[in-house]
């Protein structure tokens, strides 16, 4: 019997040898951050008459992006991440507490700029991120333009 249970610590050491770190420290199923990042494009109004207002209400579209996961607590990075080309996204997490940093892209702005998000069991945390076309000024001519990608 000593020799079969030797054997079979033996399988159990090598099997715990090859298995990759991550998949032992993985997070449980079904816990995390997920959701989407889309450019926010504002629209305009223009009043009429004293309270007519005409225009529209801007559109929305998904977008390609990245951003960055650091714990809340030691503000280490967990991870980089990127969206699909849908601006949908999914990262499993164990729960506890983290920072989401969206990353900027050009001549756009991520809004929130960064987002503690807490992740409990068995839970999919939504996070929405919203980029804008940010104003920038031309020197000189006293003027802010609106970026358009």
Do not use: N
């Not at 990042?37 to 990245?66: H, N, R």
């Not at 980089?80 to 990353?103: I, N």
């Amino acid at each position: 019997m000593k020799p079969g249970i030797q054997i079979l610590k033996l399988g159990l050491a090598a099997l715990l040898v090859t298995m990759p770190a991550h998949s032992l420290l993985a997070a449980p199923p079904h816990t995390g951050i997920r959701g989407q990042a889309l450019f926010f494009y504002p629209g305009f109004a223009v009043e009429v008459e004293p309270g007519v207002w005409v225009g529209d209400g801007g559109f929305t579209m998904p977008m390609a992006t990245s951003f960055t996961i650091l714990s809340a607590h030691s503000k280490r990075e967990v991870g980089h991440f990127s969206t699909d080309a849908g601006g949908a996204f999914e990262v499993s997490l164990p729960p506890g507490k983290y920072v989401f940093v969206p990353d900027t892209a050009f001549g756009l702005a991520p809004t929130p700029g960064s987002l503690e998000v807490t992740v409990t069991a068995k839970h999919y945390t939504e996070v929405a991120v919203y980029y804008e076309s940010s104003p920038i000024s031309v020197p000189g001519w006293g003027l802010d333009i609106e970026t358009v990608p």
